[in-house]
């Protein structure tokens, strides 16, 4: 089994962020029309610009502070709290979504969760590199 290191971690998260929003933000219309149909247009491309701004910062954390207890946090907390956020949507609003939509959704939340598993594991690593 391959292990991954924070750093690393961060940068893949990233990548694969900036690359769902950026799809999110250029085909809102389309995202909509096949994930959640009669959401807002407008919505569906904040969501992916808001991805994308949030994927630099993952790069630029990953990149330069990976080893800043505060700021991977941030991402830990960001991703924790979307992998309780589209659940919890997802059963508030289950006839808003198409199946596709919600399979879709599901799938990259568990890729969000196993992200915030090695942002864990790294926070932990960082508060015992310190201690000692």
């Not at 961060?10 to 389309?30: D, H, K, P, W, Y």
């Not at 247009?41 to 630099?56: C, D, E, H, K």
């Not at 949507?89 to 090695?118: D, E, K």
């Amino acid at each position: 089994m391959t292990k991954v290191n924070l750093k690393d971690g961060l940068m893949i998260n990233a990548v694969l962020t900036a690359v769902t929003g950026l799809g999110l933000a250029l085909f809102a219309e389309l995202s909509g029309e096949y994930l959640i149909p009669g959401a807002p247009i407008w919505l569906i491309a904040t969501l992916g610009i808001a991805l994308v701004l949030f994927a630099i910062d993952v790069a630029l954390i990953s990149r330069w502070k990976a080893q800043s207890r505060a700021l991977v946090g941030f991402v830990f907390i960001a991703d924790l709290l979307w992998v309780i956020g589209v659940p919890a949507l997802l059963m508030a609003m289950p006839s808003a979504f198409t199946a596709l939509g919600i399979v879709a959704s599901l799938a990259i939340t568990a890729v969000v969760a196993c992200f915030a598993l090695i942002e864990w594991q790294g926070l932990k690593m960082i508060a015992a590199t310190r201690t000692i």
